[in-house]
């Protein structure tokens, strides 16, 4: 942990703020220790260089398992691509200027894809997860001065409201047991003036409703089995681009089709293997925005993509 973050936190109980126990330093970051409140005295430990304020996991832990395996597979410095910064981007809206010197919340870091791209862009980024998926974004992002990690529950952020210039959360909100609680709690730790960006599965499509059915057994089979079983995609994915059979057999029992066979993998594994996989429609999740004061809302094509500035003084900045 950088003693830089500690000013950011907050206790997640009461708000107050934490006093830093250090007993283990490495090259200049706090490894060991504990933060404890100055309001509720309650303390929170810090394992491995990262603040934790949560136990465990808990319904998300196969995400842990996920990054744990995959933690190389979608960063652009290390897939040789633009995926992560053009998904961020087509999801956000903003530019490079608009990230530039801000704070940032990653909410759902997973193994850091996306916390990369804004590091890059000058933002200081800190990203929160429920599992130990943020020990695998510190190894991805620790040559980043920038960039903080936090285990943590989006319910229960270890931050005071409108703290952060820009949040976003891709592909996570819906893995939640509340998304649209999820979304208030995040909408709140936004300034006024600042922007929200979120990424959502839909509710279109005949797909899902194959996919939701086989859920209803995958989601209960042991993780282990199941990161076995999605292995399945690699190979399958050649029948599956074939003409007429291809289509159906993706109507039926939908896998990932990305032409990277390890991506394919990952992405097969986390379509079947969360507890919760909620499907939004455009109508409602604009509506949150709405209700949570933002305004100037952009959105792109399925799967929801959708970003807004939430009102107060602009600090939208439109530089390239």
Known sequence: M???????????????????????EEGGEVAEG???CDGCQASYPIRG??????????YADSFGFQWDRFRLVQLDSRNGTRDSERTLAETTGWSDGDYRGRLVLDAGVGAGRFAE????????????DLTRAVEAAQANLAHFPGAHLVQADIF????????????YSIGVLHHTPDVEGA?????????????????????????????DALRVLTTRLPVRLMFALSAAAVPLYFLYRAPVLGPALAKLAPISLNPD???????????YTPRYQWKLRYPEVLRWFRENGFNDIHTSDEPIRMSGWKTGPVLRTGGA
Do not use: N
């Not at 907050?10 to 703020?17: E, F, H, S, T, Y």
């Not at 229960?156 to 949040?167: E, H, N, Q, S």
């Open 261 to 271: 066979w390890r991506w394919r993998w990952l992405d097969t594994f986390d379509w």
């Open 49 to 58: 260089g990262i603040p934790r304020f949560v136990g465990s996991g808990a």
């Open 156 to 167: 229960a952020m270890p931050f005071r409201d409108r703290t952060f210039d820009l949040a």
């Open 183 to 211: 979304f208030r709690k995040v909408a709140a730790a936004v300034k006024p003036g600042g922007a929200l960006a979120v990424y959502l599965y839909s509710a279109y499509g005949v797909e899902r409703h194959s996919s």
């Open 117 to 128: 791209v804004a590091a890059k862009k000058g933002a200081q980024v800190i990203g929160i």
């Open 34 to 36: 504990d933060l404890t």
């Open 2 to 24: 950088k003693r830089s973050l500690l000013p950011m936190l907050a206790c997640p109980r009461c708000k107050a703020g934490l006093e830093l126990h250090a007993r283990a």
